[in-house]
């Protein structure tokens, strides 16, 4: 039995949704994820937390989907931020100018450079003390 290449975890509070992501966002993952921030809005959650924290890898297929998901927020009237990306992800995302978009950097500002503080985990935003269940998760082959 093959372990899921990627697992998503919702925690919800009032209109406010924390999305865990875990293992790799590619285009063969990238379902899931634009399945769980959709499921956010149908369920009327206005701000969306994404923890990127234990991704481990996330390509432009996994950009796209967050561009394509905070422009949907935005139009229901809410905001999607994404938390703690890995660094490469964090590079691309800044060098494609949409940094001001996901990370809450001002338009044009490169996100740090690499190094070992962007190495080191970060913990997670808090929502509580709930633990985190997985709500999504596959081989999405």
Avoid: W
């Amino acid at each position: 039995m093959s372990l899921p290449q990627l697992v998503v975890y919702r925690h919800d509070r009032r209109k406010r949704a924390l999305i865990t992501l875990a293992g790799e966002i590619d285009l063969e993952s990238v379902p899931l994820v634009r399945a769980a921030l959709e499921r956010c809005l149908h369920d009327d959650m206005r701000t969306i937390d994404v923890d990127l924290t234990p991704v481990t890898f996330c390509d432009c297929s996994g950009l796209n989907a967050f561009l394509h998901a905070a422009q949907q927020t935005t139009v229901a009237g809410g905001t999607l931020r994404l938390h703690h990306p890995p660094p490469m992800f964090a590079l691309v995302v800044g060098l494609a100018g949409c940094g001001f978009l996901l990370l809450g950097l001002p338009s044009g500002q490169l996100p740090p450079p690499l190094g070992d503080s962007l190495a080191a985990p970060r913990p997670a935003p808090s929502h509580g003390s709930v633990p985190h269940a997985p709500v999504l998760s596959g081989d999405v082959r």
